[in-house]
């Protein structure tokens, strides 16, 4: 099983932050949440910190666990441990996705999620 987090991130106006993965890579055209791999001797958090600043260019504040989701797709079985959280340093620089966006809960339901993403999208929600 892999290991993946993700971040629930919310702006001043409490929108969070998706972003779509690049067309060509695994899961291509597809939105997400932003995130990545744990790598051996990181805890979720520091790989959360880690993946936000190589992938956007931003530092991030962790403010609490989210959940977590086992989502086995064809050829591979991922855990994906989501956390909520906020930009504290930094102006977003894509390097593996095409686009984000800042959008309000409701509008979640108007984007193509991730299989492993869409059980956040409905827990967000739900509150």
Known sequence: ???????????NNDNILIA?????????????????KIEQGE?????LIRELKEEMNIDIAIDNYFGENIHRYDTITI????FQGSIVKGNI???????CRWVSIEELKNFNFAPADKYFVEKLMEE
């Open 1 to 11: 099983m892999l290991n993946v987090v993700a971040a629930m991130l919310k702006n």
């Open 20 to 36: 779509k993965r690049q067309q060509g890579k695994s899961m291509g055209g597809f939105w997400e949440f932003p995130g990545g």
């Open 43 to 47: 805890t979720p958090e520091e790989a």
């Open 79 to 82: 855990k994906l441990i989501a």
């Open 93 to 99: 620089k894509l390097s593996v996705h095409d686009e």
